[in-house]
């Protein structure tokens, strides 16, 4: 119970009633604030607001001065007409085929939703010139995976994401046949070389984790909320890993041949990298990263133009996997 007013002895329905009215009167309204109001304890009140949020209302959080606050998202009918270049829907359109590895998902229909209700309200001629821009753009996907299978559990996954609700998962793990469960607070979704991942904080390992969506089997949406830290910042998490791994950082480098040379020099593969030219037109590639696996088949995608000239364990490492290789081809 809060200290200073006292307990109000009304239903839960008019208690309700009186937080709504508090949030929409002010900007963003903190927990503690909405408990004193009506005399009752941190608890009921996260009751109280996935009981709003149940019924309808477009309830968000947000920090706001050190402090978390609930608010409401302006209302549909208050918003104004958003008015778009030609320049800016072909920009929109150029964005619609890239995201086809979405297929299965209900982050997919929502997409053709979109633009559904883009081209209602453009004349025909340019809904069917936008629909011809859109293909301009090709996705090739290699290894495309089949979200379909894991359809619905994405959708709960997307309302605990929106609302911030602890989960539990069945999540089978690379390499396992069964299952294992995981409490999860979903902090964010990871867009990773055309698949779907999801980063949260799994409870039972007191740490972060990153999930394969295709892998979650089972989502079960619990009634608890849970708060985002307030320095969590999903882009800064991968930082020192090569992809999505996050292992112990390794300095690494590599050599290119003159014949790619060019290719890999002219891309970023890692915040940290730096690229020596050799005389011989070659390039030695340098940068401090964790994922050991996700490097070596990076290496290996190069076949007979890369080279591993440190450290030695990983290029040891890269040297028995080649070995092996040569030796499934000895026959030849």
């Known amino acids: 119970m809060q200290k200073g007013k006292p307990a109000r002895k009304y239903s839960q329905a008019a208690r309700v009633h009186d937080i709504i009215r508090l949030i929409e009167a002010r900007h963003g309204v903190a927990v503690e604030e909405m408990a004193e109001e009506t005399g ?95 293909t301009v753009s090709i996705p090739l996907l290699q290894g495309k995976r089949d979200y379909g299978k894991v359809a619905e559990p994405l959708k709960l996954l997307r309302e605990a994401l929106l609302y911030q609700y602890r989960v539990k998962l069945a999540y089978r793990a690379k390499g396992k046949g069964k299952p294992s469960a995981y409490r999860v607070d979903p902090y964010s979704l990871i867009f990773y ?41 999903a882009e800064g998490q991968f930082r020192s890993a090569f992809g999505i791994v996050e292992e112990a950082v390794m300095p690494v480098q590599v050599r290119f041949s003159p014949a790619i040379a060019h290719t890999v020099r002219d891309r970023l593969w890692h915040p940290s990298q730096t690229t020596t030219a050799m005389p011989d037109g070659s390039i030695v590639l340098n940068f401090e990263a964790g994922g050991r696996m996700e490097i070596i088949s990076w290496v290996l995608s190069y076949g007979e133009h890369a080279e591993v000239l440190g450290p030695a364990e990983l290029r040891e490492e890269v040297g028995r996997k080649i070995r092996k290789m040569a030796a499934r081809y000895a026959h030849l």
């Open 193 to 233: 070389k055309g698949g779907l991942y999801l980063l949260g904080f799994a409870h039972n390992r007191q740490d972060l984790r990153t999930f394969a969506a295709e892998r979650i089997s089972r989502v079960e949406v619990e009634k608890e909320r849970f708060e985002i830290p307030e320095e969590f910042r």
């Open 40 to 134: 009752v304890d941190r608890r009921t009140i996260y009751r109280d607001l996935g009981a709003i949020q149940e019924a309808g209302y477009p309830l968000v959080s947000e920090w706001l001065n050190k402090r978390k606050v609930y608010r409401f998202l302006t209302r549909f009918k208050d918003v104004p007409p958003i008015n778009f270049t030609l320049q800016e829907l072909m920009t929109l359109y150029l964005l619609r085929t890239p995201c086809d590895f979405l297929q299965g998902t209900p982050f997919q229909e929502e997409m053709e939703s979109i633009f559904r209700k883009v081209n209602s309200v453009l004349p025909p001629r340019y809904a069917a010139h936008m629909e011809r821009i859109a």
